[in-house]
């Protein structure tokens, strides 16, 4: 971007939708937005239409700007169909790619609490996002993945990242399988011993790559339906092994205390005292 670039916050928004007015309240930002659409596809029959019906408001909750909430109060169509053959008369406009039907979240707010709740736990989740300005609890967050997941039913990748994971930390763990393109979920598995990532494994047998955590669970399991199957350790594993090796070995080699002798300390005073008398001298 140069300095003489300028944006305003629609260039946030989807082309097809107009920021009428804004406000801001202590912790709450509410923007008014427009659907500027002339034609919409009917959900049951694909077929396009231009005949407005009326309109009508949704209220989803957007990314957070600068720790504060954001409420999008959205006013968008509903259109009649055309086609005399299908049986939706009426339909509601779907803000494509923005916010499906009947969310209460926009999609990018969802991938940024999926991305949040991978790397951490729902419960954590939970609470970062509430100190960025969004409200979701820990269940919630948990639902969102597993619809997330259930979307992915098509899911075909031959590269897949596996790991354990904590529902609520010390508490509850799963298993989750992400895709190793995308690096977004695909599945989320009860319990962390293989029994569930097993009967996975079995429906999805053009797996070839799969990175995974040093738990020979998985790696037992992976080895019994997927012979063939190139196993990896992924980054952050092979980081805590190398961690857990030097530790170990300086815990082997060095004593538990080690001595500075009078010698090393007296010729350490001198340094100091010579350093002093020279610097002295210079000024
Ligand atoms: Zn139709």
């Given at each position: 971007?140069?300095?003489n670039?300028?944006?305003?916050?629609?260039?946030?928004y989807?082309?097809?939708?107009?920021?009428?007015?804004?406000?801001?309240?202590?912790g709450?930002?509410?923007?008014s937005i427009?659907?500027?659409?002339h034609?919409?596809?009917?959900?049951v029959?694909?077929?396009k239409?231009?005949?407005y019906?009326s309109t009508?408001?949704?209220?989803?909750q957007?990314?957070?700007?600068l720790?504060?909430?954001?409420?999008?109060?959205?006013t968008?169509?509903?259109?009649?169909?055309?086609?005399?053959?299908?049986k939706q008369?009426?339909?509601?406009e779907?803000?494509?790619?923005?916010a499906?039907?009947y969310?209460?979240?926009?999609?990018?707010?969802?991938?940024m609490i999926?991305?949040?709740?991978?790397?951490t736990?729902?419960?954590?989740?939970?609470?970062?996002?509430s100190?960025?300005g969004?409200d979701?609890?820990?269940?919630a967050?948990?639902?969102?993945?597993?619809?997330?997941?259930?979307?992915?039913e098509s899911?075909?990748?031959?590269?897949?990242?596996?790991?354990?994971?904590?529902?609520?930390?010390g508490?509850?763990?799963g298993?989750?399988?992400?895709?190793?393109?995308?690096?977004?979920?695909?599945d989320?598995?009860?319990?962390?011993?293989g029994?569930?990532?097993?009967k996975?494994?079995?429906?999805?047998?053009y797996?070839?790559?799969i990175?995974r955590d040093?738990?020979?669970?998985?790696?037992?399991?992976?080895?019994?339906v997927?012979?063939?199957?190139?196993?990896?350790?992924?980054?952050?594993?092979?980081?805590?092994?190398?961690?857990?090796?030097i530790k170990?070995s300086?815990s082997?080699?060095?004593p538990?205390?080690i001595?500075?002798?009078?010698?090393?300390?007296?010729?350490?005073?001198?340094?100091?005292?010579?350093?002093?008398?020279?610097?002295k001298?210079?000024?």
């Amino acid at each position: 971007m140069t300095t003489n670039d300028t944006f305003n916050l629609e260039c946030f928004y989807p082309n097809a939708m107009n920021i009428i007015s804004s406000s801001i309240n202590g912790g709450l930002i509410q923007l008014s937005i427009k659907s500027n659409t002339h034609e919409a596809i009917c959900p049951v029959c694909k077929k396009k239409s231009s005949s407005y019906h009326s309109t009508y408001h949704r209220k989803v909750q957007d990314l957070p700007i600068l720790g504060k909430k954001v409420i999008l109060d959205i006013t968008a169509y509903r259109y009649y169909c055309d086609n005399i053959e299908c049986k939706q008369k009426v339909f509601a406009e779907e803000l494509e790619g923005f916010a499906g039907w009947y969310r209460r979240k926009t999609e990018r707010l969802e991938d940024m609490i999926i991305t949040i709740a991978v790397n951490t736990s729902c419960e954590g989740c939970s609470r970062i996002c509430s100190h960025m300005g969004v409200d979701v609890s820990g269940d919630a967050i948990i639902r969102l993945i597993k619809r997330y997941s259930k979307k992915k039913e098509s899911f075909a990748s031959e590269i897949i990242g596996i790991d354990d994971w904590a529902y609520k930390k010390g508490h509850t763990y799963g298993t989750i399988i992400c895709d190793g393109k995308t690096h977004k979920p695909i599945d989320l598995l009860d319990g962390r011993d293989g029994q569930e990532l097993k009967k996975w494994l079995l429906n999805n047998k053009y797996v070839k790559i799969i990175t995974r955590d040093r738990a020979s669970a998985y790696a037992k399991v992976i080895s019994e339906v997927l012979p063939d199957a190139m196993q990896i350790a992924d980054r952050f594993h092979l980081h805590q092994n190398l961690l857990n090796e030097i530790k170990d070995s300086f815990s082997r080699e060095l004593p538990n205390k080690i001595e500075i002798s009078e010698a090393a300390t007296d010729s350490q005073v001198e340094k100091v005292k010579a350093a002093e008398v020279k610097k002295k001298s210079v000024d």
